[in-house]
């Protein structure tokens, strides 16, 4: 198997501001070597560095990491798009691991829910497109997610991820979601993690059978050769109580599927779409 997104904090970087709730046990370190151990226990072979801040910094260290650790087959770090002058050096730097394939922002963060219509960001992500990286996004509101979905059409030859299923209303009204990933899955050049966001697992035990209308409606619109496994370690930690333990869990919102399909989802999809081991 190969897990399509995960992070790693030091000291230096553990700096994120996590709720309350879920700072006991996401506020310390989490390395490589903390997760070598779990990786055979889990059976994931291969795994996708994924940027946590929007901080060039963390994403060198990251480059470094996935430069000596061989488990690591892929890196998406982050630049500043809205400097697209700079956009493609701050590139370069990252790619000198070998394994750079994408760029993610964390548009949370932006208080302009048009901040990805912005010129700057546009001739920032038409420099991602043209160097074949993937562009992966989480849609955190309605507008954000209207905003994901024109950066797709606008730039068809860029490789747009959506992370944690775009944020399912677990727990929640279901208020646009259905809608959103049905006009996604139309859009050739989008593809989507099948991983749970923070939003979710704050104050939530890990339950399959609570994804699984939502991991339904994935499957429905984007079908198996579309859609990536993901653990979200170590951010999962605030709901499931072990690595191993989310990819036991994971595979039961898979059933329906034949073996082929499963080891898509499972890590082939992620295999070509970060061209890992290439």
């Known amino acids: 198997m190969i897990d399509a997104h995960l992070h790693f904090w030091n000291a230096e970087h553990a700096v994120h501001n996590w709720p309350e709730s879920v700072t006991g046990k996401l506020r310390c370190a989490f390395t490589p070597d903390d997760l070598k151990p779990q990786l055979a226990e889990a059976g994931v072979e291969s795994v996708v560095l994924m940027q946590s801040r929007n901080d060039f910094e963390e994403s060198l260290h990251f480059s470094r990491l996935a430069g000596e650790h061989d488990f690591i087959g892929a890196l998406v770090g982050w630049v500043d798009l809205a400097d697209p002058d700079n956009v493609d050096a701050a590139l370069d730097r990252l790619a000198q691991c070998g394994k750079l394939r994408g760029v993610r922002h964390l548009i949370n963060f932006e208080p302009d829910p048009d901040w990805l219509r912005a010129d700057p960001v546009q001739r920032s992500v038409a420099?991602?497109?043209?160097?074949?990286?993937?562009?992966?996004?989480?849609?955190?509101?309605?507008?954000?997610?209207?905003?994901?979905?024109?950066?797709?059409?606008?730039?068809?030859?860029?490789?747009?991820?959506?992370?944690?299923?775009?944020?399912?209303?677990?727990?929640?009204?279901?208020?646009?979601?259905?809608?959103?990933?049905?006009?996604?899955?139309?859009?050739a050049n989008v593809t989507i993690k099948l991983s749970v966001g923070l939003d979710v697992l704050i104050g939530w035990t890990w339950s399959t059978g609570a994804l699984e209308p939502y991991a339904r409606q994935i499957f429905d619109c984007f079908g198996p050769d579309r859609v990536l496994a993901a653990s979200n370690w170590p951010v999962v930690l605030a709901s499931a109580p072990r690595y191993a333990d989310l990819w036991r869990e994971l595979p039961g919102l898979l059933t329906h599927l034949d073996d082929r399909q499963r080891a898509a989802v499972l890590g082939e999809n992620a295999r070509a779409l970060f061209s890992i081991g290439s």
């Not at 954000?144 to 727990?171: C, E, N, S, W, Y």
């Not at 809608?179 to 899955?185: G, M, V, Y």
């Open 127 to 187: 420099r991602i497109a043209a160097r074949g990286l993937v562009f992966d996004v989480v849609p955190t509101d309605d507008r954000k997610f209207a905003a994901v979905l024109d950066l797709a059409r606008d730039h068809p030859g860029l490789k747009v991820l959506i992370d944690h299923m775009g944020r399912p209303p677990v727990g929640r009204e279901r208020g646009k979601w259905f809608a959103q990933i049905e006009a996604a899955s139309a859009l």
